[in-house]
T-cell receptor
Framework: EAQVTQNPRYLITVTGKKLTVTCSQN?????MSWYRQDPGLGLRQIYY???????DKGDVPEGYKVSRKEKRNFPLILESPSPNQTSLYFC?????????????????????FGNGTRLTVT | KQEVTQIPAALSVPEGENLVLNCSFT??????LQWFRQDPGKGLTSLLL?????REQTSGRLNASLDKSSGRSTLYIAASQPGDSATYLC????????????FGTGTQLKVEL
């Protein structure tokens, strides 16, 4: 089954304690991305990756790091979490559209989301 | 910059009604449009995908249409059920290189018994 798997689903931690949220996809997608969702603000992009070893900042990257050493994995790292990072986090993946903006012909269900990680930082 | 607005922001209907959710966008240079539902505190489940060359897609009681010239997509839900209660999001995948995504503002639907 095609899926994006995030772990953990729930995480409660304290300020300053480093944590990693894992994201893995089994669809051989080039593009992966992290979002946070907060009430009234919708989904905001944190970081994204077009392919292995290629990452870039989204709209709200402060306080986060990512890495893309393998195609299937895209972990989100909070080096020193703070209470304002309490949020619901989503990982997503899709095939890469390429510089021409034209996705491959097998572009049938491009965007897949993980089930989310509810993070609370106290 | 592409802006995506979903109207209404919230909707409450009695069970059995047919309803229409709207997604309006300002830039017609989109490649795909995908509708998702999200249950409170849960993940996003893909409902329907419309490619830019298509006009509509159907799945069960759901029908989504796309009119790029007017900058609008609609999600039609027939014979609504309490289990349809969720937030519905439209997501635009844009042309112009890379994988640019723009999320709609969402419609929170409640179907009452």
């Amino acid at each position: 089954e095609a899926q994006v798997t995030q772990n953990p689903r729930y995480l409660i931690t304290v300020t300053g304690k480093k944590l990693t949220v894992t994201c893995s996809q089994n669809m051989n997608h080039e593009y992966m991305s992290w979002y946070r969702q907060d009430p009234g603000l919708g989904l905001r992009q944190i970081y994204y990756s077009m392919n292995v070893e290629v990452t870039d900042k989204g709209d709200v990257p402060e306080g986060y790091k990512v890495s893309r050493k393998e195609k299937r994995n895209f972990p989100l790292i909070l080096e020193s979490p703070s209470p304002n990072q309490t949020s619901l986090y989503f990982c997503a993946s899709m095939p890469y559209a390429g510089s021409s903006g034209r996705p491959p012909s097998s572009y049938n269900s491009p965007l897949h989301f993980g089930n989310g990680t509810r993070l609370t930082v106290t | 910059k592409q802006e995506v607005t979903q109207i209404p922001a919230a909707l409450s209907v009695p069970e059995g009604e047919n309803l229409v959710l709207n997604c309006s966008f300002t830039d017609s240079a989109i490649y795909n449009l995908q509708w998702f539902r999200q249950d409170p505190g849960k993940g996003l489940t893909s409902l329907l995908l419309i490619q830019s060359s298509q006009r509509e897609q159907t799945s069960g009681r759901l029908n989504a249409s796309l009119d790029k010239s007017s900058g609008r997509s609609t999600l039609y839900i027939a014979a609504s059920q309490p289990g349809d209660s969720a937030t519905y999001l439209c997501v635009l995948i844009l042309t112009g290189g890379g994988n640019k995504l723009t999320f709609g503002t969402g419609t929170q639907l409640k179907v009452e018994l």
